[in-house]
């Protein structure tokens, strides 16, 4: 295997299908070329494909399925019981009780040496008051021309060459720069640099 420079993982079965890529954290210096001051400007780790999710193949996209569906005609006789008013009232019995356990066990729980630990749910509520948090996307990268930072178009899908780790849009870089047609371009645009995508001409 020492002659192999890149594999791919596809699913070959009619009853299975991709259904998406699993990421996993990869030191790329381990998969890619790279000098001494490359390596230490790169993230020690990046996010890269680690496997595939498989579901049940379906052109369709229904996951579960059952046999046909058989119609028959049902007699039946419906008795109806009033017990409202005793459900009700059961009802208000055990959420009383269960606001008053409630209230007792917060009030004796709240003064107690386990909420004065430091891995309570008190003391991290002291840390974090507020319920409403930022949630930040995977920084994305693209690959595009240095002339004007343009995004590349990937030939096959006709999709921007914009990717979720760094290492994968350099190693497709170096895949579409390998290619002679490309040759051109990349003169004409003053060569291809991967670049994150909030700095990328869409």
Not at 133 to 156: C, D, G, H, T
Not at 176 to 200: D, F, L
């Amino acid at each position: 295997m020492r002659d192999a420079k890149r594999f791919e993982l596809k699913v070959k079965s009619n009853q299975l299908t991709k259904a998406k890529d699993t990421w996993e954290s990869f030191a790329p210096a381990q998969f890619q070329e790279m000098d001494d001051t490359r390596k230490l400007s790169r993230p020690g780790y990046e996010p890269q494909h680690g496997g595939l999710d498989i579901s049940i193949a379906d052109d369709k996209g229904i996951q579960l399925r059952t046999g046909p569906a058989v119609k028959r005609s049902v007699g039946y006789e419906e008795i109806t019981i009033d017990t409202e008013y005793r459900r009700q009232k059961e009802r208000r019995e055990a959420e009383d009780a269960a606001r008053t356990s409630s209230f007792m066990f917060s009030h004796f729980h709240s003064g107690g040496s386990i909420a004065q630990s430091a891995l309570s749910y008190r003391t991290l509520r002291q840390a974090q008051p507020f319920e409403d948090k930022i949630s930040i996307q995977r920084e994305a990268y693209s690959v595009v021309f240095m002339s004007n930072n343009e995004v590349l178009i990937q030939p096959v899908t006709n999709k921007p060459a914009t990717f979720e780790s760094e290492a994968i849009a350099r190693d497709y870089m170096h895949r579409w720069s390998a290619e002679p047609e490309n040759q051109s371009t990349i003169r004409k645009n003053g060569g291809v640099q991967v670049i994150p995508k909030c700095e990328a001409v869409v």
